[in-house]
């Protein structure tokens, strides 16, 4: 039985979606793991533009953007996300993670629950795809996860996560999270490594005065066609995510 996909789109543009197994599985976790100015977000980006196109209404989260920012970022891509926002087939949310000082009702931000409040019900919820970039931003300044890892029960925690993704996906919804190892460490990770139905590594890598940046597929179930293992990938102002490369590992 062929898994259903949430088709990327653009085929006439870029090289994406064929380079990405023709679309995200539908109903699937996707896991984006790398380091700061790996390629994370404008994957995602991409991912969001490419999908709302298509007709699939997308949520997008994003930890260090405002709207503003968000549209800029996307506008210097040639992703034009105003009809998508207008049409709602795309949500933009801007997630508030400084838990440092006192909030606009003067509450002390350290006292809110960061990630009961994307896990709980709420218009999020209701796209098909959900995007959360970054999602460890989220959790290093969630004050019950950070404490969680200083007690060494970050694995609890991130069960609470993984519990409500499998309610999401159970329900068709495709879930895309972004992470840097580097912000949380990599044992909180791994019960959420466990249930990626797609786990994409993206690393950087210097070549002389170059940094190419490439996609290692860890995992990739429900892929409607075979990809390979490893995509090299450049960002160009003007014309977005080009594929450069792929080899076989």
Aim: a negative charge.
């Amino acid at each position: 039985m062929t898994t259903e996909q949430y088709s990327l789109g653009l085929e006439k543009v870029d090289r994406v979606s064929q380079s990405f197994g023709g679309g995200l599985p539908k109903g699937s976790v996707v896991l984006l793991e790398g380091g700061h100015g790996s390629g994370k977000s404008v994957l995602t980006q991409r991912f969001a533009y490419g999908l709302a196109s298509e007709g699939t209404t997308v949520s997008y989260v994003s930890t260090d953007r405002s709207a503003s920012g968000f549209l800029s970022q996307m506008e210097s891509l040639s992703y034009d996300a105003v009809d998508l926002l207008l049409s709602e087939r795309l949500l933009f949310l801007e997630a508030d993670v400084d838990t440092h000082e006192p909030d606009g009702e003067g509450r002390l931000r350290g006292e809110r629950d960061l990630l009961s409040g994307l896990l709980r019900p709420s218009v999020l919820w209701r796209a098909g795809v959900v995007i959360v970039d970054e999602l460890s931003a989220l959790l290093r300044n969630d004050p019950a996860f950070d404490a969680s890892i200083g007690e060494e029960e970050a694995d609890h925690a991130m069960q609470r996560v993984v519990s409500r993704l499998s309610r999401a996906t159970g329900a068709g919804k495709t879930v895309v999270l972004t992470v840097d190892p580097s912000a949380v460490g990599e044992e909180p990770l791994r019960p959420l490594e466990a249930v990626a139905d797609v786990y994409l590594e993206l690393q950087t890598k210097a070549v002389g005065q170059d940094l190419r940046k490439s996609v290692l597929v860890r995992r990739f179930a429900g892929m409607a066609h075979p990809i390979e293992d490893t995509i090299g990938f450049s960002v160009q102002q003007g014309r977005g995510v080009i594929i450069e490369s792929r080899t076989v590992a």
